[in-house]
T-cell receptor, first 115, second 114 residues
Framework: KAGVTQTPRYLIKTRGQQVTLSCSPI?????VSWYQQTPGQGLQFLFE???????NKGNFPGRFSGRQFSNSRSEMNVSTLELGDSALYLC??????????????FGPGTRLTVT | DAKTTQPPSMDCAEGRAANLPCNHS???????VYWYRQIHSQGPQYIIH???NNETNEMASLIITEDRKSSTLILPHATLRDTAVYYC???????????????FGKGTKLSVIP
């Protein structure tokens, strides 16, 4: 079974621009979570989507948004990029609506650099 | 979810058992202990989880003390590929509703030495 894929793997953007990152979950998985990882703050939860609906949201400004499509693929968008948005963005895939275990499957991440 | 405390770093000789401790003294009765690891520049990888009994799988063993205030992840024969940051996470038992959100601490950086 193919794992979680994220595209692109690396991205360089300029302050003020916006960016869209993509995540394809494991086949059959319907929940997608997004995390941001920085050296200073570590791994932080951004949001989770299930069945095209945001189910949970972390403590990030409104510049960070996401969506999920009917095929469970998800995108996250960051508008008006700031230098502090430079980070590894990780996507995690989980089976479904009923949460029976917190075993999640992470993708390799997208490394975003804002200059 | 209960807070966890882990040593920032540990070394282990290749081929020896790596024992990674985690303190979770405020854990409550319905909270599980989860372990993940993150090899450099990759996404975290699930290792194992448990409630009160010791657990073992093909990757590791999890030993939880009787009072559940601490646990130890054991990698029986550490290899260079086990060099990673190991995260201990305490999470309330899944109840069906809710979300998969995980809260990661700073973890323990394990270096396996040849």
């Amino acid at each position: 079974k193919a794992g979680v894929t994220q595209t692109p793997r690396y991205l360089i953007k300029t302050r003020g621009q916006q960016v869209t990152l993509s995540c394809s979950p494991i086949s059959g998985h319907r929940s997608v979570s997004w995390y941001q990882q920085t050296p200073g703050q570590g791994l932080q939860f951004l949001f989770e989507y299930f069945s095209e609906t945001q189910r949970n949201k972390g403590n990030f400004p409104g510049r960070f948004s996401g969506r999920q499509f009917s095929n469970s693929r998800s995108e996250m968008n960051v508008s008006t990029l700031e230098l502090g948005d430079s980070a590894l963005y990780l996507c995690a895939s989980s089976p479904g609506q009923v949460v029976t275990t917190y075993e999640q499957y992470f993708g390799p991440g997208t490394r975003l650099t804002v200059t | 979810d209960a807070k966890t405390t882990q040593p920032p770093s540990m070394d282990c000789a290749e081929g020896r058992a790596a024992n990674l401790p985690c303190n979770h003294s405020t854990i409550s009765g319905n909270e599980y202990v989860y372990w993940y690891r993150q090899i450099h520049s990759q996404g975290p990888q699930y290792i194992i989880h448990g409630l009160k009994n010791n657990e073992t799988n093909e990757m590791a063993s999890l030993i939880i003390t009787e009072d559940r205030k601490s646990s130890t992840l054991i990698l029986p024969h550490a290899t260079l590929r086990d060099t990673a940051v190991y995260y201990c996470i305490v999470r309330v038992a899944a109840s069906g509703a809710g979300s998969y959100q995980l809260t990661f601490g700073k973890g323990t950086k394990l270096s396996v030495i040849p």
